[in-house]
């Protein structure tokens, strides 16, 4: 619900000032740029079975990592 509120107001604020030729006060809205995603850098680690696992081999794969210690 929320982001529909939220994308109702971006929509209806770029409508206003289309009309107006102003630019649109994104900051106003608390709307934030952002860097576009990177991919992630390679590694490899061993499975449970001893053989290594490289990262760039589950290109297009979905991929959990989970990492912990017991120290």
Do not use: H, I, N
Request: glycine fraction near 10%; charge should be positive; charged fraction near 15%.
């Amino acid at each position: 619900m929320r982001r529909a509120a939220v994308a109702f107001a971006l929509g209806a604020t770029l409508a206003v000032a289309a009309g107006t030729g102003a630019a649109p006060d994104f900051p106003a809205f608390g709307v934030v740029p952002y860097d576009p995603p990177r991919p992630a850098p390679s590694f490899a680690l061993p499975d449970l079975g001893g053989r290594v696992v490289r990262l760039e081999d589950l290109r297009g794969k979905v991929v959990l990592l989970f990492f912990w210690a017991t120290w």
